[in-house]
């Protein structure tokens, strides 16, 4: 059975950083992806980031690029999602979800597993 279970989430000022971690457990072969999802209030859940676990091949929403950086470590089972220059807008619930197949995806369709949301919250 697979199971995320994301944390790291908290209240920081703009301009901050936070790292966000999701542990994964049950995919028994190299062979899938992590991404991060967030939802804003009113707004529909957006990709963040993603992670391939075979190749390391990222993907990363234009909002995001070059502020935030996805890493795993495959022997603890652990996708970091490293957030710096946070902007209020930002501010949202943050999701990691899991895939089968090693691309990493960008779409909510794409991703069969998810673990709860942790809040992240920018402070102006």
């Known amino acids: 059975e697979v199971q995320l279970q994301a944390s790291g989430g908290g209240l920081v000022q703009a301009g901050g950083s936070l790292r966000l971690s999701c542990a994964a457990s049950g995919f028994t072969f190299d062979d899938y992806a992590i991404g991060w999802f967030r939802q804003a209030p009113g707004k529909e859940r957006e990709g963040v980031s993603s992670i391939s676990s075979s190749d390391g091949s990222t993907y990363y929403a234009d909002s995001v690029k070059g502020r935030f950086t996805i890493s795993s470590d495959n022997a603890k089972n652990t996708v970091s999602l490293q957030m710096n220059s946070l902007k209020p807008e930002d501010t949202a619930v943050y999701y990691c979800?899991?895939?089968?197949?090693?691309?990493?995806?960008?779409?909510?369709?794409?991703?069969?597993?998810w673990g709860q949301g942790t809040l992240v919250t920018v402070s102006s």
């Open positions: 979800a899991g895939r089968w197949g090693a691309i990493a995806a960008s779409q909510e369709y794409e991703y069969d597993y």
